[in-house]
């Protein structure tokens, strides 16, 4: 885990952007290696493009088996663990007991000259993306109130991660088993999340509470009116004075709320006289109410986040993540840290922080390849390997298959940022699925990403579908099926490279929903191999201008796309309904896909032919016509040249690198699209990423 101090960060609400100097990032380190075992032949491997390097996991927090190469062994979490690289050529045969340690540069693991020689990589906190998700430090215990989505990890065999789903209770009996809905005898209501596998527990990311909740077990006395146990009693576990008031038309008789034949709300009378004296009064209308376990509770809730450092977990590409396989979730989800639940419930600053930037919940979490390991480095040392599909031996991979519906990455979570990763998957929902629950991935960030799906068929299923106010740059998108990104509130869309290769007939490349936040703002795309370039939903009006609310705006420059000119007709909106076909502003149409790349389909590199050569442009700088007005940037420190400025200048879109690694400008030009073709004009040269 690394404790890092940044300088300038920014955070987005639904009306403005503002600065402030950010707090500690925590970053957790992810390997999921397979542990060291004794005896075993491991084989050198140089790394990308070919494959992955050969590493290993080792240290007190990992218990060969002694069956195999990549044996069932056992974690123990808290003991330290490290990783380590094969450095030997050919193969070798590892040590009888121990194996690497410490952080050597030439660790000898064996005997003779058949010895296995490592070098230390890193220390591991997470053997899985999913134990970083997961993981947030809570160890269940005895004789705790527990209220409605508070969440807990076991001692058991793989530190199993519970959430409560009831609407309180006072546990004594420890969950166990993977049932989505496990009932203990003590009246706590449990769901199996995951395996969190191993954890350091160093630099945890804490999940989100409610303030308030029932016990359904006990009388905690509350309220005046508690006299006896077993009464299903109204508790405010955290003394707030912006709790919510009820809503009339959610509760019956003595204020009685029900889910099902559970009474789960009664006596809100109890801080009724901290409300009317108090502030933040807030309302859940009933339009939000539909589709989401959460929201019957959530009415009467105040969710509490606790993200007060700006977390991140850094990928190693030890192996490919795929859903399913070595403790992944399947899907491999974000959720329950900064989730508003479908727009259910009002989220503050847990106490004792009273106040967050500009009012949002908390700071953003970062998912990102770790230095050197991203598929973007594979492209900068390898200028020969065409820019193509996803490939696990590139770099930093996550694979997702039909088995499940949510794609490589579902997201039921707010302000996250992703990069410099490959995804891939073949489901009906996408790669990316920002909806995972509802009204999700509101202000997310993807750069230097490489995300594709291969799901044909005839549903709507974008390779991105996110929520309000999302960035996309220098990103390259590949998908055979109908959508390649669907916004479905304000989005912005640098400098990417979108491609279909499904040749489906109502195809789109970009499909955009209700501007209920800002308007879209593309610049320097290549959208090419869908019949149609861009697309409105048919169910939200066009508004003549930029008018926060009033309807769909689209501010363009510099695309283009092999769409015909004059393109026209209907296409399908992800979810139910349809879209409707229009100019994307700022393009040029008709540019044929061979003429535009070195190879199509396959490879989305350009040549000094190309329309797309010289045909992007600086937006560095860019300011959009947002509510309050903006530029964005990069997290600082993740990539070289993407540093913000003084806190009294906008920190704002840097333009460099593009997604192999390369500097922009190429001498006085700018590329359109993901990729800059290097040399020409007065250099400009390649810029190494982290």
């Keep these: 885990m690394k404790l890092l101090f940044s300088g300038l960060f920014f955070w987005v609400s639904a009306v403005t952007i503002a600065f402030a100097q950010a707090p500690p990032t925590v970053i957790s380190q992810i390997h999921n290696a397979c542990g060291w075992e004794p005896n075993a032949s491991y084989t050198y491997s140089a790394g990308p493009p070919t494959a992955p390097f050969t590493r290993v996991n080792n240290g007190p927090g990992w218990t060969p088996s002694g069956s195999s190469s990549c044996g069932p062994g056992t974690y123990t979490n808290g003991q330290a663990l490290n990783n380590y690289q094969l450095i030997s050529p050919g193969t070798c045969t590892s040590a009888s007991s121990g194996g690497p340690s410490g952080t050597g540069s030439d660790i000898v693991d064996g005997v003779g000259g058949t010895a296995c020689h490592w070098k230390y990589v890193s220390g591991v906190d997470y053997v899985t993306l999913t134990g970083w998700t997961l993981d947030n430090g809570n160890l269940w215990a005895s004789g705790t109130v527990y209220g409605f989505y508070d969440i807990v990890a076991t001692n058991a065999a793989g530190t199993s991660q519970y959430i409560q789903i009831g609407g309180g209770c006072i546990s004594i009996v420890q969950p166990a088993g993977t049932a989505s809905d496990l009932q203990t005898a003590d009246g706590c209501e449990w ?53 919510f008031t009820a809503n009339s038309q959610y509760v019956g008789g003595a204020g009685v709320y029900s889910k099902g034949a559970a009474q789960i709300f009664t006596k809100l009378t109890a801080v009724q006289s901290c409300v009317n004296g108090g502030s933040g009064v807030f309302t859940v209308s009933y339009s939000q109410q539909a589709g989401a376990e959460s929201m019957v509770v959530s009415t009467f809730s105040r969710a509490y986040g606790h993200i007060q450092s700006l977390y991140g977990a850094e990928i190693w590409n030890d192996q490919e993540y795929v859903c399913g396989v070595n403790n992944e979730n399947n899907p491999i989800e974000l959720q329950n840290h900064i989730n508003r639940h479908n727009d259910s419930i009002q989220y503050v600053p847990a106490p004792p922080f009273t106040s967050a930037p500009n009012g949002t919940p908390g700071w953003p979490f970062d998912i990102f390849a770790a230095p050197g390991e991203s598929f973007s480095v594979t492209y900068q040392n390898n200028p020969a390997l065409a820019l193509s599909e996803y490939n696990a031996n590139y770099g930093v991979a996550i694979k997702c298959n039909a088995t499940a519906n949510f794609g490589a990455l579902a997201i039921g979570d707010n302000n996250v940022w992703v990069e410099g990763i490959q995804f891939t998957s073949n489901t009906t929902d996408g790669t990316i ?17 490489l995300i594709q799906n291969t799901y044909v068929g005839v549903q709507a299923a974008p390779v991105v579908g996110v929520g309000a106010a999302t960035f996309l740059w220098d990103d390259v998108v590949i998908t055979s099926s109908l959508v390649g990104i669907q916004f479905d509130y304000a989005g912005y869309l640098i400098d990417s490279t979108i491609i279909g290769t499904g040749g489906q007939s109502n195809s789109v490349g970009v499909s955009v929903g209700n501007q209920q936040y800002g308007c879209n703002y593309f610049y320097g795309n290549a959208i090419y191999g869908f019949a149609h370039a861009f697309a409105r939903n048919s169910h939200f009006p066009v508004a003549s201008s930029c008018n926060h609310r009033a309807g769909e705006y689209t501010y363009g420059g510099n695309n283009y796309t092999d769409a015909p000119i004059g393109d026209g007709g209907t296409g399908l909106w992800m979810g139910g309904g349809t879209t409707t076909v229009t100019t994307l502003p700022g393009a040029t149409y008709g540019k044929t896909a061979a003429a535009s790349f070195v190879t199509w389909p396959g490879n989305y590199k350009i040549t000094q ?53 390369t500097a922009r400008p190429q001498g006085t030009r700018y590329d359109a699209g993901a990729y800059e073709l290097p040399g020409g004009g007065n250099g400009g040269g390649r810029l190494l990423l982290r």
């Design 609 to 661: 032919s190309s329309p797309l050569y010289k045909g992007g442009a600086s937006f560095n700088g860019l300011t959009f016509p947002f509510p309050g007005g903006f530029c964005f940037g990069p997290m600082p420190g993740n990539y070289s040249g993407s540093t913000l400025p003084s806190i009294s200048g906008y920190p704002c879109y840097p333009d460099s690198p593009d997604i192999a690694g």
């Design 433 to 449: 699925d920002g909806q995972y629950v509802g009204r999700a991935c509101n202000v997310c960030f993807f750069d230097h990403d």
């Design 191 to 243: 769901r199996y999340n995951g395996s969190i596998t191993y954890t350091s527990r160093v630099g945890t990311m804490p999940t989100q509470t409610f303030a308030n909740f029932v016990v359904s077990n006990a009388c905690i006395g509350a309220d005046s009116s508690c006299t006896s146990a077993g009464t299903n009693l109204y508790i405010p576990v955290v003394a707030d004075c912006r709790a």
